[in-house]
């Protein structure tokens, strides 16, 4: 028995979550851009970091929120099971037959090791899996082999996830999506665990970072790489938004919110940037958590009242 979704495909970004769900949507005929995606997921608002700037800061926080918003979107994506390299065979087989059923059944899957990787094809040895950067970036195996999972023998839990339409769950998704960018940002402790630090607490850390070696490591470039494309994606959805803007928000505001959040991203790149000094890229960050700052205060005036629920409770 081989499965292949034809036309399947993952875009390239470095937030792998969203570029799993842009790829299923794209398959599904979904026609959210991708700057939708980021903002009314909320996940364009986020900033997770370890103290140390560990790589895996962008994937270690609460994304179950995020996910309940997707569905305001359209697409429900649920967890089937989590299961760390070594696990036994007979644990590994049941979620194995949990995602075999799901591809059976026409529903996308995906992948969740070191990044999130959509399930494009399945046989009876193994499961074929996307590499939205090409063969040559090792934390995206090409296949996982059935039963030994040896691709991700050496790595984090391996997790599955199912993605299918639904019916669209709210008519203001992106109220929605800011509810949850001013509740992360004053309830940071509630989207993170020690050592991380979400929302002001990640800027916190990235400054201490400063201190020690940190900063010239490889967490460094990927958590800039990342948390500045979501701002770089949040800044090209106000400026963009023009008529299609809720009554709530006024064209003097999604021009302004646009331009901002491009500049925390431009700010955000330059601190992996080896050639400037660490004073002129710590001072990138001071300014990158001042424009968030800003940037959050404007949303938390401007949404509606009384607020949507929010989706963390």
Known sequence: MTTQ?????QPSFDTSLLGAVCGAMRQYGMDHTPEEVFVLSGHAFAINLRRDLCPSSPYVWSTECC??????LGLEVRELGMLPPNAGADDKRRLEAQL???????????????????VVGCDEAGFDLARP??????????RLTSGTWAECQSGPPVGFFRLAPCEPR????????????VDAWRQPKAFTETPYGFGPDAYDHWLAAFKGDAIDEHGNWWNASVWSECRA????????????????????????????????????????????TLAARRARVAEARDLDVACIECLEQLRPAPCAPNVAG
């Open 5 to 9: 979704a034809e036309a399947l495909a």
């Open 67 to 72: 996910l309940a918003l997707l569905a305001n």
């Open 100 to 118: 075999r059923t799901e591809l059976e059944r026409g529903v996308l899957c995906s992948l969740l090791n070191l990044d999130h990787q959509l």
């Open 133 to 142: 950067w090409g063969p040559e970036a090792p934390s995206t195996p090409a």
């Open 170 to 181: 709210s008519a203001s998704p992106l109220a929605d999506a800011v509810d949850f960018a």
């Open 233 to 276: 994606f949040a800044g090209r959805y106000f400026s963009a938004l023009g008529a299609n803007a809720p009554d709530w928000l006024d064209a003097k505001s999604t021009d302004w919110l646009g331009e901002q959040f491009g500049n925390i991203a431009a700010r955000l790149r330059e601190v992996s940037d080896k050639s400037r």
